[in-house]
């Protein structure tokens, strides 16, 4: 199993928390990576510097380095990039460049970071989702919670990771203690 299937698969689990649009852009990108010959028709999307600039900090505030690896210390804008070139279709990258092109008319890099945090909860409020593509709000969250949390730093600052099976360590159960799987008494 790869990556991109056990992202959906948790996915899935977890009650379809992520975007049908990101779904199928992963299930897009599988395509892409088995057929490395041919590009997808969206292959000319591009952010310049400045762009590349605003959605990284805009991860940055999504997913802040506190005492764990924050969006840009374990590669979402990279990852962004990528999904959106090579995943994504036209009218998602249409969504997402216009909403990265408000936050340069609103010369976003040079506000504070609480007037910062403010713009985007604005951009969060206004945001909905037409019928034909995802908001960039949508795409922009979604996408660092992605590639956030399937990057091994992500998902190793934020779970407990206990390998299975592991070894095993036999306990004695004292009389009248609840066994672990079902909560009976033994």
Not at 5 to 26: N, Y
Not at 52 to 78: C, F, H, N, Q
Not at 84 to 90: E, H, S
Request: aromatic residues 8%; neutral net charge; proline residues 6%.
């Amino acid at each position: 199993m790869n990556r991109r299937e056990a992202v959906a698969r948790v996915a899935w689990l977890m009650g379809g928390t992520l975007s049908a649009p990101t779904l199928m852009a992963m299930s897009r990108w599988e395509q892409v990576v088995d057929d490395q010959k041919t590009r997808p028709e969206t292959a000319d999307f591009r952010l310049d510097d400045g762009q590349r600039e605003i959605v990284a900090r805009v991860s940055d505030i999504i997913i802040p380095k506190t005492d764990t690896p924050g969006a840009i210390d374990v590669g979402v804008p990279a990852f962004m990039d990528v999904m959106l070139r090579d995943c994504y279709k036209k009218p998602a990258q249409d969504a997402f460049i216009a909403g990265v092109r408000n936050l340069e008319s609103k010369n976003f890099l040079t506000l504070k970071p609480d007037q910062q945090t403010d713009v985007l909860k604005q951009v969060e409020a206004s945001s909905a989702p037409s019928a034909t593509s995802p908001s960039f709000w949508q795409i922009i969250k979604e996408v660092t919670l992605l590639g956030y949390f399937t990057s091994e730093a992500g998902i190793k600052a934020s779970f407990d990771y206990q390998p299975i099976p592991g070894r095993f360590e036999a306990i004695k159960i004292k009389p009248g203690q609840k066994d672990f799987m079902y909560g009976n008494q033994v």
